[in-house]
């Protein structure tokens, strides 16, 4: 498959800094790390948004993908989506949101294409962006907070021991499905990965 239609712009959703990075809300930057490396990308300040970019392409001549993790903070993140969408000339639906999912299981990688936000500042923002919500998501089961721990407290938190001992297999997991959508699209990953 060629990238004649122009290249992919997956977002890996997050907040930057060092107390952040293992917090159950910066599942996103942990996926597109992982594909930028699967690609031969090397994360670096972009020169006109507010954000870190990695290209490359999947496999020899495959489609080229463009990977960003947004500087602005999780609730800002649709300014520099939308500035980097622009940028590469990528209309809304071969944009690619991965992001945590509070209705999912841990453990559950589910892929949708429009539909509500569910509560998550970081898809609200890159709607109100993008001036729409049809764009591809690649959603992260991170589970309902246990007891009456506020859900903001709880995607701020880190993955418990427990979670963490699978955690790398699931972030790959979440990569190859990010994968599967650039070169066989939302309905076959579904069909492929929704029943596993």
């Not at 290249?7 to 930057?16: D, K, Q, S």
Request: glycine share 16%; with cysteine.
């Amino acid at each position: 498959m060629t990238d004649e239609a122009g290249p992919w712009l997956v977002v890996g959703l997050g907040n930057p800094g060092r107390e952040y990075a293992g917090n159950r809300h910066n599942v996103g930057f942990m996926v597109a790390e992982l594909l930028a490396a699967r690609v031969g990308g090397k994360f670096g300040r972009h020169r006109r948004v507010v954000a870190e970019v990695a290209e490359g392409r999947l496999g020899l001549g495959g489609p080229k993908l463009v990977l960003m993790k947004p500087l602005t903070y999780m609730n800002l993140s649709g300014g520099p989506v939308a500035g980097l969408a622009q940028f590469h000339k990528v209309p809304p639906g071969r944009v690619i949101a991965v992001h945590d999912e509070l209705d999912i299981g841990y453990g559950q990688v589910r892929v949708k294409c429009g539909g509500g936000e569910g509560g998550h500042n970081g898809l609200r923002s890159m709607s109100k962006s993008l001036g729409t919500k049809d764009y591809v998501r690649v959603r992260f089961g991170i589970g309902r907070p246990p007891g009456r721990q506020d859900p903001a407290d709880y995607v701020l938190s880190d993955f418990s021991a427990a979670e963490r001992k699978e955690l790398e297999f699931l972030v790959d997991r979440a990569a190859d499905v990010v994968e599967s959508v650039v070169t066989r699209g939302v309905e076959p990953t579904q069909n492929l990965y929704h029943g596993a």
